[in-house]
Antibody
Framework: EVQLVESGGGLVQPGGSLRLSCAASGFTFRTYNLNWVRQAPGMGLQWVSYISSSSSTIYYADSVKGRFTISRDNVKNSLYLQMNSLRDEDTAVYYC????????????WGQGTTVIVSS | EIVLTQSPGTLSLSPGERATFSCRASQSVSSSYLAWYQQKPGQAPRLLIY???SRATGIPDRFSGSGSGTDFTLTISGLEPEDFAVYYC??????????FGQGTKVEIK
């Protein structure tokens, strides 16, 4: 079964750090580009970051640039998001999502991990 | 930055009815990069339509997409109980890399 499973969310104080992980299974992880997408409580979807299959191309949303770092380990079949200098507005469910190279759509999503930034 | 505006915000319909909702881009975009997603409460989004009009794997044919330029439409030909959800359009390839509309909620009338 094709699957993405996020972990690492939790409660953190403003200014703190957190590292999210996304474990992949059921597909050839090293050949797919991946994304992090977040959803604040009661709000819509916001793209956060993208990483190509070889990690050669990385993009960030302006709202997280300089604070978040995306990375991947193609041996461990895992995607990561290092989040530093967290703000209240970073509170959200964070999803990892696979980009389908035929359609450009995000065709596989994890179940999400919740990050709460609060003092 | 291209902005996607979805309308209406909420659609109240009965099962069996036809649902049509709009996604308007602030400037002309390639239909190749326009997608639609469905999200149910407590669940991750699911890809429905890519390239504006192509159904993703496993998506029933009651879902269809159309449009070009700045105006795109998602149609559900006859609502099933499981179709009551929030629908998002998404653009790929602009700046930022992915942009989502704010969503349209389809609720039971």
């Amino acid at each position: 079964e094709v699957q993405l499973v996020e972990s690492g969310g939790g409660l953190v104080q403003p200014g703190g750090s957190l590292r999210l992980s996304c474990a992949a299974s059921g597909f050839t992880f090293r050949t797919y580009n991946l994304n992090w997408v977040r959803q604040a409580p009661g709000m819509g979807l916001q793209w956060v970051s993208y990483i190509s299959s070889s990690s050669s191309t990385i993009y960030y949303a302006d709202s997280v640039k300089g604070r978040f770092t995306i990375s991947r380990d193609n041996v461990k079949n895992s995607l990561y998001l290092q989040m530093n200098s967290l703000r209240d507005e970073d509170t959200a469910v964070y999803y990892c999502a696979r980009r389908n190279y035929d359609t450009d759509g995000m065709d596989v999503w994890g179940q999400g991990t919740t990050v709460i930034v609060s003092s | 930055e291209i902005v996607l505006t979805q309308s209406p915000g909420t659609l109240s319909l009965s099962p069996g009815e036809r649902a049509t909702f709009s996604c308007r881009a602030s400037q002309s975009v390639s239909s190749s990069y326009l997608a639609w997603y469905q999200q149910k409460p407590g669940q991750a989004p699911r890809l429905l339509i890519y390239s504006a009009s192509s159904r993703a794997t496993g998506i029933p044919d009651r879902f269809s997409g159309s449009g070009s330029g700045t105006d795109f439409t998602l149609t559900i030909s006859g609502l099933e109980p499981e179709d009551f959800a929030v629908y998002y359009c998404q653009l790929y390839g602009s700046s930022p890399l992915y942009t989502f509309g704010q969503g349209t909620k389809v609720e039971i009338k």
